[in-house]
């Protein structure tokens, strides 16, 4: 107030013509006349500052009105300042593009798929697979195969063609997931609530989709093929082997369970309660029932950590199983004078079981390997060398407590 004040003197006293005649009139009477203009452009930038910061103290404490204001013009001018307020909110679409990818990224699966029945917009970028491979890797990435993403590809091809005979395609996201994945974490808001977002939806989800395969593996409805280690929950007469399974997820329990391939005439074993540290992706594509191609059988050398397919009887599928590569009788072991890896026969040796079982040691030829074996002692197959410190690691976690006989 004191700077406006004295500014507005100034100005009306020395802006106007000064009450002297012309001849009396001194040259600093037109020096004050531009300091006043001077005041004048500086009080204007100061008001319009000042201004800007009444509005928003005004707009943060509409309590401080004048309480002498007439209640008429007091109610007038707070729903001025909720206008002034409200036109000054902003939602999440209004952010940069990055910032909302930046936020997305952070969301955990069940807050990302809730945010598809929030609007249009955020539905079309919440179902992106940009934001939904990476939690498919994370969570299971260790555990899906090229095999899986097949079976995936072979199960919404289906689902399409048993759609479109029955009732056409499916319409809106909630009604295509309502008829797989019914769980409470994945149901949009209810109609009562949401029609008009209903209404405006696009005409259907894509089944192809990442966020959409990640839902029907959270769901348990899709089983999928794997790996078990240690089959019929550590079975004396499976330890140190993985067997192909089919998988279906217990999202409440977090485990899976199992359907094994059937045994000859035995039926379809099925296993409950596997955990994750149970199961892998197949290391190969080589389906249980047929013998894998083995490529590296030259560049075994004694300590190497191997696994060989081995089945019970030519009727029952592969199971792999953990062994090392040996010595040849004639070799000391000596690692200086070894010439085991010069040899046509490669010693594969199982330290789980004792010395003197039958299922001790077994021996492959690198240049005419093939399937080996009789009724009595199985049949061995393919065989295939671990060079991952990892896969060396989790066999070694799953070592029996006793030795086999």
Known sequence: MLLFFITCITFFLFFNPLPLKPQQQQPWTSDLRLISLVFCKQLLSVTSISKFIACRLFLGFPSQIPSRMPLMKKMAFTSRVENVEDSQDSSLLDLPELVLECILERLPPSALFQMAGVCRSLRDTSISDYFWVRHMKQKWGRIISKAAYKEWQWHIASKQDIGSLKQGKHRGLKRFLSLNWSFSWM??????????????????LPVDSVMTWYL?????????????????????GFLLSCYDAELSYDRHMDTFQARY??????PTAI???????RLRAPPTDTPCHDLHISDCLNDLRPGDHIEIQWRRNR???YGWWYG?????ESCDGDAHYCLCHNSDTVVLQFNQYMPGSRWRQT??????????G???????????????ETEIATWKRLWPTQVLD
Do not use: C, M
């Open 187 to 204: 149901k949009l808001k209810g109609d009562a609530n949401n029609n008009n977002y209903s209404n405006n939806q696009p005409s259907s």
């Open 363 to 372: 021996s492959v030829s690198r240049k005419n390997h093939r399937e080996e």
């Open 216 to 236: 029907a593996l959270e769901s348990g409805n899709f089983w999928f093929p794997a790996q078990v280690y240690n089959r019929e929950n550590g079975h004396v």
């Open 374 to 388: 009789n009724e009595a002692d199985g049949f061995y197959g393919g065989v295939r060398k671990i060079y991952s």
């Open 261 to 266: 391939p059937p045994h000859g005439r035995r």
């Open 271 to 277: 296993e409950n309660g596997i955990t994750w540290e």
């Open 315 to 317: 009727e029952f599928p």
């Open 324 to 328: 090392v590569v040996g010595h040849l």
